[in-house]
């Protein structure tokens, strides 16, 4: 206003308020406005008068100036228009508290994410690229390089830091000094696991699967597989014996680890396709990323990995040093404490073999094994029996951003209100005698419904009969004038009704569709929200005259409700079917009935107990957690499988078949455990709901898997002990 004395006085505003809908209306449309969804923190005096209000909610829409390039609707000027807006916005106004959400929030706060995390992806490796060459200095420089990361840029790198140092430091053999340093070695494994990120990125993209934010836990993911196979096929070649030449120990090593990551690889890759079965295409998408992720790990181990091995072994035979190969020196210990044992063993192989192989071969620890896992398991099955489905947008807005102070406001000032839904005609001859009662019918049906905001419902047909002073059929020339007439009661409602032709005699040709507009009830829990959608439906289905379903409701929001619908159904569907997938492929390289029963029992121990402890974390089932769920089902496919396996590859007693597999196998799985559990450390810093998520449920694989694969394991295996294949592994040595 340009001057003063144009601006309303807290009385005529208070009257304007309070004056009903005549009054308080959209000047423009005549439209009433709903007090509810325009005035938020509203203080009424004794007679239930607005006095004062916390916050004012204004909305607006803007022209469509879309155009088609290359099949993607793309309107350039409405994006620069809203950026406009959003620079403004954010720069504020003087004495107002402001919050706002455009149509292309949404797309800037989560777009902008997910493009600096897949370029991170790529970033990291090149980061250890220098990592692992500069090795002898990075400790010093690694400070004031965190000073400039910040966020999650800094929790990957430390993460993937972390991971290769732990491999390269147990990878080595330290009884050789620098000759049995496996620096090199080590960072060819994470080459192959780079590979098949960029090969699985690269050949989805490729057949069209869209790149979402789920995928960013994938490269965690990839990494944690493919160390655990490097620790494997490494863990089995030194136990080969010495004296053969480095391709013969290779090719023995991998008649067994080969057939063992087989095993785990196999079932993953099986597990994600039979995942990809769903209804939510993120979750579809990224078990196809991660099933072809998995496969090219496979592939590139057993090739790329394994002939670097054999090259390295070679610069073993010749006394080089890692990485600067050039230099000969000594194979000798660089200290006491890793001098060569006179068994051959290492202290750790001793530790899993000797020390927890012979505690568990006692009866007594037998039994309390058997009992404290079931303790466990009960704890479990009663989380996953209070397990709630909820999901919430808000929690993947990134911190700090705009969109979620305008959630907040929104939540905290305007509670009664929740999401705006319309019902809908469609080809119903609403003006006929048998029409127009089924549109009142409706209507009433509408405002009904105990999840709909019944002060919110705006129904032109009841508008109409109230102009017109009568109910039943009427004539669309009545209706049409009622509508277009300036100043009349019926223009707000002109939006509300599709005409047939809009431009010659429009009412004689009828209606196309027609439109009554509300909101939910506020709600906040995903469970509310499916009971209001159906709700709706189920009100609208009952009208009489209505079987065909012509009269129906229809929101935006209800995409989402859709979701938060199927998850349950989803959850079920996936893991059931990824179980036994998984079941059949360890059956077939497993072979024993007994082995196949006692791995699987063990694997639904842990992926009940993983659900259930996630509820008392606090976590709830939404799509995030479904994939989830999926990966730790894989990753404990490779705790238990091992063990198994090896399990099956001695001969023996029971108990010395559980000493030697826990020997032979359990320093593998341990450190591929310990390597992801490095990074599930570092990601427990993440305000992103995403890494939160899959810090949680990979802390809790973790946990559950190892004790489960090297405790539970071995001890039903030794208690129940399946016959050994009959080519058991003497030969390979």
């Not at 009960?378 to 709630?388: H, N």
Request: charged letters at 15%; proline letters at 3%; a negative charge.
């Amino acid at each position: 206003f340009a001057l003063a004395s144009d601006y309303d006085t807290r009385d005529e505003i208070a009257a304007v308020v309070n004056g009903g809908a005549s009054a308080y209306k959209n000047l423009d449309t005549g439209q009433p406005l709903n007090l509810d969804g325009t005035i938020g923190g509203a203080v009424k005096d004794t007679d239930g008068k607005v006095t004062s209000a916390s916050a004012l909610r204004i909305g607006f829409l803007t022209k469509v100036h879309q155009t088609v390039v290359d099949g993607e609707e793309i309107d350039e000027r409405g994006d620069e228009f809203e950026q406009k807006l959003l620079d403004l916005f954010q720069a504020g106004v003087p004495g107002v508290e402001l919050t706002f959400i455009l149509q292309r929030s949404f797309g800037d706060e989560f777009g902008a994410a997910i493009t600096v995390r897949l370029f991170l992806v790529f970033l990291v490796f090149l980061v250890f690229l220098v990592f692992l060459v500069i090795v002898s200095v990075w400790a010093t420089r690694l400070t004031s390089f965190f000073f400039f990361l910040q966020g999650d840029i800094a929790l990957l790198q430390v993460a993937f830091m972390l991971i290769l140092a732990y491999a390269a430091l147990m990878l080595s053999r330290w009884d050789e000094g620098c000759v049995g340093s496996r620096v090199a070695v080590t960072f060819s494994g994470v080459i192959s696991v780079g590979m098949a990120i960029a090969a699985s990125y690269g050949f989805c993209s490729y057949i069209g699967l869209f790149f979402s934010p789920l995928m960013n836990v994938l490269p965690f993911l990839l990494l944690g597989i493919g160390v655990d196979d490097m620790f494997v096929i490494v863990n089995q070649y030194d136990h080969m014996d010495p004296t053969l030449d480095p391709a013969t120990k290779v090719g023995k090593a991998l008649a067994s680890a080969g057939a063992s990551i087989l095993v785990t690889s196999a079932t993953d890759v099986f597990a994600f396709l039979i995942g990809s079965n769903t209804t939510l295409p993120a979750l579809r998408n990224f078990c196809f990323y991660a099933a072809f992720g998995i496969l090219f790990i496979f592939a590139f181990m057993v090739t790329w990995f394994v002939a670097f091995l054999v090259l390295d072994e070679r610069r073993r035979t010749r006394s080089q040093g890692d990485v600067i190969c050039c230099f000969v020196t000594k194979k000798e210990a660089c200290c006491a404490c890793c001098a060569p044992r006179a068994d051959k063993r290492g202290r750790m192989e001793k530790a899993f073999g000797e020390g927890l192989g012979g505690a568990l071969s006692k009866p007594m620890v037998k039994g309390f094994v058997c009992v404290f896992f079931a303790a466990i398991a009960v704890g479990g099955f009663i989380g996953c029996s209070q397990l709630e489905i909820d999901a919430d947008v808000n929690d993947f807005i990134p911190a700090g951003s705009y969109v979620k102070d305008w959630f907040s406001d929104t939540n905290n000032y305007f509670a009664k209100l929740g999401d705006s839904i319309a019902v809908y005609s469609r080809d119903v001859d609403v003006h006929t005698a048998d029409g127009a009662p089924l549109m009142l019918a409706a209507s009433t049906a509408f405002k009904a419904d105990p999840y709909v905001a019944e002060a919110s419902v705006s129904s032109w047909i009841e508008s109409f009969n109230t102009h017109r002073g009568a109910t039943g059929a009427f004539t669309l020339t009545d209706l049409y004038s009622w509508t277009t007439t300036v100043g009349s009661s019926g223009q707000p409602f002109k939006g509300d009704i599709v005409w047939k032709n809009e431009t010659n005699d429009v009412p004689n040709e009828g209606i196309v569709s027609t439109r009554m507009r509300g909101n939910h009830v506020k709600s906040y829990k995903s469970d509310d929200k499916v009971k209001s959608m159906d709700s709706l439906r189920a009100s609208l289905a009952a009208v009489p005259g209505n079987g065909a379903g012509d009269v129906f409701a229809f929101s935006d929001s209800w995409l989402s409700y859709e979701q938060y619908k199927s998850i349950a159904e989803e959850a079920t569907r996936n893991i059931a079917s990824t179980m036994a997938g998984m079941v059949v492929i360890i059956a077939i390289l497993l072979i024993s009935p007994k082995a196949v029963l006692i791995v699987c029992l063990c694997l639904c121990l842990i992926i009940i107990n993983i659900m259930g402890y996630m509820h008392f974390w606090g976590q709830t089932l939404d799509s995030v957690t479904i994939i989830m769920l999926i990966i730790a089902l894989g990753l404990s496919v490779d705790y238990s499988a091992h063990i198994g396996r090896a399990f099956m590859e001695h001969t023996g007693t029971p108990n010395e078949r559980l000493r030697n597999s826990l020997g032979d196998m359990g320093v593998a799985v341990f450190n591929g455990a310990i390597s992801t559990f490095l990074a599930v450390i570092v990601l427990s810093g993440s305000e992103s709901y995403v890494f939160i998520t899959f810090f949680r449920q990979l802390f809790l694989c973790i946990v559950f898997g190892l004790g489960h694969g090297l405790v539970l394991l071995p001890v039903l295996m030794s208690m129940f002990p399946p016959k050994p294949f009959a080519n058991n592994n003497a030969h390979l040595q």
